[in-house]
């Protein structure tokens, strides 16, 4: 077509109207600047949490009550300690699974001497000790306890086992690990 102006070509055939937007369209808009008027402010300024702190105080919660769970065994341990009826139950449970390979009083055979200074896990208190129980060492042939025994059965054991430091076993393992002291 030539010598026609480009005002007035619709090249594509299509007329702009100038037409009103809908009103749903322009109350959902008013409605979103509403809403970020709250928004920005709680979150920026106010109480708002970001996912970031959400989390933070999650793994707080969580650390706290793994650390009321240790501390409930620690208890349990202590009292057990004192404790005749529980010390013999660990023996018994001692000589049914454990004297095997840690020696029927605990001087080694297979697993390591428990009666001395030495430990490769830990330090030899009871919370050590009952760790190492619990989780054991399945690449050296220790079971995890704490999948097999009750946790009474394994308090048990584990004070046993402490109660053993420093005695004198008839054929004492040679010391592995790290000393105590
Ligand atoms: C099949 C053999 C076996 C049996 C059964 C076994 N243990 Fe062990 N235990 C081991 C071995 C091996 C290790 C050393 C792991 C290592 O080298 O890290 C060990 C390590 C340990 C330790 C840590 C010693 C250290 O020096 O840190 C404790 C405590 C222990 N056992 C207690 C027990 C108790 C309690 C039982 C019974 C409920 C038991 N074990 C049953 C083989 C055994």
């Known amino acids: 077509m030539p ?8 090249h594509d055939g299509i007329e702009e109207l100038d037409n009103p937007l809908p009103k749903w369209w322009v109350y959902l808009f008013y409605a979103t ?4 008027i709250g928004y ?3 979150y920026w300024l106010g109480k708002g949490q970001t996912a970031v702190q ?10 706290s009550s793994a650390n009321g769970e240790a501390t409930d065994l620690g ?10 009826e529980v010390l013999e139950a660990g023996q018994v449970i001692f000589t049914a699974k454990c004297a095997a390979c840690h020696g029927p009083d ?11 200074k030495f430990w490769i896990h830990g330090k030899g208190t009871a919370n050590d000790i009952a760790h190492v129980v619990s989780e054991g ?6 079971l995890a306890w704490g999948k ?19 005695t004198s076993p008839d054929h004492p393992k040679a010391p592995e690990g790290t000393p105590i002291n």
Request: proline share 6%.
């Open 3 to 10: 010598n026609q102006s480009l005002d007035d070509q619709h």
């Open 33 to 36: 600047i509403i809403f970020a």
């Open 40 to 42: 920005g402010p709680y």
């Open 54 to 63: 959400v989390l933070a105080n999650e793994q707080a919660k969580t650390q």
């Open 75 to 84: 208890k349990k341990l202590t009292a057990a300690a004192q404790n005749h």
């Open 106 to 116: 605990g001087g080694g055979i297979i697993g390591p001497n428990l009666t001395d």
């Open 137 to 142: 060492v399945p690449d050296k042939g220790m």
């Open 148 to 166: 097999v025994l009750s946790p009474d059965d394994l308090v048990a054991v584990v004070t046993y086992v402490h109660s053993l430091a420093d």
